[in-house]
């Protein structure tokens, strides 16, 4: 299979991805759509005429990003609904009041390396929101990305926000929820991220043929509120800033951490395209320890492995 390339680069913006694309009518639903690069892909795509829904627990915040963006342009617009991936009731109520196709579904909200925390069901945070709530919200709006498909005449998109965080772990099957193991915040958002992207190809094996196609992306290195959880001092001692808090220079924008995303989700390039992985707004390389820190592990695009995790997914959500 052919690497898909582009014409853009790593510092190309979200908007300038959507440059001259005419997204009117475009359905488009983004979780994590009030903060980080979530704001930059719902401004990019409503800029160029789609429909956006901002699905958020912070509905005060994502209102405030709502009337911004809705008041910055007069092209697409932009819709605010409450939803919560540790909650399965707010899955399932989002689905519901969903009405008519959808065209492509964001998947783009997500928490890094927490501290050990369990859901009711005593799931480990990071799988159950990165993975687990993603997995049950695309399955109850299956049938919306299926009528966008048909209503269209192209196939519907699902873009999972997976990370480079996928080198530091496989899914480890054996103890998926650290159970056993000791938990280590950073094995448990690698293993996250490995699970996002193994569902962008189970979404394709399995809905292809209905119209659906998915594609894992990895935004690049960005400074937002995901980093929320971590001490000053280890984002320092990472070096992605420096002691006054200014960002390494390496590090993309909001702006262009998004464009990956908008790339995936609407770009006619990628049209017909599935079961991908995408970084600096193209498809990725495969990885190579002569280039730390870029690149897609084969454990993340295997086969066997993403129809393991969706039976897990399935049983888990029964």
Do not use: C
Not at 255 to 276: F, K, M, N
Request: a negative charge; glycine letters at 10%.
């Amino acid at each position: 299979m052919t690497r898909m390339t582009t014409p853009f680069t790593a510092g190309t913006t979200a908007r300038e991805v959507v440059e001259g694309l005419d997204l009117t009518g475009t359905r488009v639903v983004v979780t994590g759509g009030s903060s980080g690069i979530g704001v930059e892909t719902v401004r990019a795509l409503v800029s160029a005429g789609a429909d956006v829904t901002i699905a958020a627990r912070n509905l005060e915040q994502a209102e405030e990003v709502r009337a911004g963006i809705a008041g910055s342009t007069d092209s697409g617009e932009v819709r605010v609904a409450y939803l919560d991936l540790q909650k399965r009731d707010t899955l399932r109520a989002f689905a519901d009041d969903w009405q008519g196709p959808l065209d492509v579904l964001i998947d783009n909200a997500g928490v890094m390396a927490t501290p050990e925390t369990r859901t009711p069901e005593g799931w480990e945070l990071q799988f159950s929101n990165n993975h687990l709530g993603h997995f049950a919200l695309a399955t109850a709006l299956r049938g919306a990305l299926v009528a966008g498909a048909e209503a269209s005449g192209s196939p519907s998109r699902l873009v999972s926000l997976s990370s480079t965080g996928h080198h530091m772990s496989p899914v480890v099957f054996d103890d998926v929820m650290f159970e056993r193991r000791a938990y280590d915040p950073w094995a448990a958002y690698g293993q996250s991220k490995t699970a996002n992207s193994l569902f962008a190809v189970g979404v394709t094996a399995r809905w292809a043929d209905d119209g659906v196609l998915a594609n894992a992306v990895h935004p690049g290195g960005i400074i937002t509120p995901l980093q929320r959880h971590l001490p000053k001092q280890e984002m320092i001692d990472r070096g992605w800033i420096d002691a006054d808090g200014t960002p390494n220079p390496a590090f993309k924008t909001t702006e262009q951490g998004a464009a990956t995303s908008v790339l995936a989700a609407v770009h006619p390039l990628v049209e017909g395209v599935g079961a991908r992985y995408f970084e600096d707004v193209a498809e990725a390389e495969p990885f190579r320890d002569d280039a730390p820190g870029r690149g897609v592990k084969g454990y993340a695009l295997d086969p066997e492995q993403a129809d393991r995790l969706w039976d897990l997914s399935e049983g888990l959500l029964a």
